[in-house]
């Protein structure tokens, strides 16, 4: 199995209980993209690849659909079977999926592909979809359009590095790929409703560079985020708030 990247390997395994709390969950709408747009229901079978805590499994369980999970870091992997223990959770990676030829009629990498946006890696998934299966492609963006939400982003820039990320767009590099059709987008308005210390301060403490930092570096974070929770009107003194974001579905089909 391909080395994970070390602020994968090292955050996620340090903050897997944080990434269950802290992120979002997805759109309501996002179970019937998975019936529509990537056909599945009652008697299709389907991957969560890169699955995590298992953040989109219950949209993909509302299908209908056989699901089968993949998860390479180990206390991820913990995390989702002890909220979804109906779900198999297999330990392995994009690069090497533990799953027959043509054993699925869609793979869905929910907040994880840019992690292996990589011709290896769609080879691989290109191998267990059956021919007219559909790749699907989920993210949950924040709207960095609202000033708050931009300086959350702001306070964990210094820290990324190397670490892959959505945002940067790098993962499209690989599109087109051999033998998969064009990808197609729907987008969803959706927020990350909670406590601010949830929503702030748990969600980014969950990103896998901020988890991976050392203790006095997380400390400094988590009181720049205090400060700008006390700073924001919207924020302060407030019980439950709300995180835009603007959900990301892309979708193509495994030619034949």
Request: overall charge negative; some cysteine.
């Amino acid at each position: 199995m391909p080395e994970l990247h070390h602020a994968a390997k090292v955050g996620f395994s340090a903050k897997a209980g944080t990434y269950a709390v802290g992120r979002p969950d997805y759109p309501a709408a996002l179970a019937d993209w998975l019936r529509g747009t990537l056909k599945l229901g009652h008697d299709a079978r389907a991957l969560d690849l890169g699955a995590g805590t298992g953040k989109v499994l219950p949209y993909l369980l509302a299908t209908g659909a056989a699901v089968t999970a993949v998860e390479p870091v180990a206390a991820m992997r913990a995390e989702l079977v002890a909220r979804h223990p109906e779900v198999p959770a297999l330990d392995g990676s994009a690069e090497a999926i533990p799953l027959p030829d043509g054993a699925v009629d869609a793979v869905v990498c929910a907040q994880a592909f840019h992690w292996f946006a990589t011709p290896r890696a769609l080879a691989e998934i290109h191998r267990v979809l059956k021919p007219g299966g559909w790749l699907g492609l989920v993210w949950n963006a924040r709207d960095d359009s609202v000033p708050f939400v931009a300086e959350m982003g702001a306070i964990m820039a210094p820290y990324l590095d190397d670490a892959p990320a959505h945002r940067t767009g790098a993962w499209r590099a690989v599109f087109p790929a051999e033998g998969f059709g064009p990808l197609a987008l729907t987008r969803f308005v959706h927020a990350h409703v909670g406590p601010p210390e949830r929503v702030v301060i748990d969600r980014v403490l969950s990103v896998s560079y901020i988890a991976a930092l050392p203790a006095a570096d997380q400390a400094r974070v988590v009181e720049t985020l205090e400060a700008l929770i006390a700073g924001t009107p919207e924020l302060a003194g407030k019980s439950e708030v709300s995180v835009p974001y603007e959900t990301q579905a892309f979708a193509c089909e495994r030619l034949a």
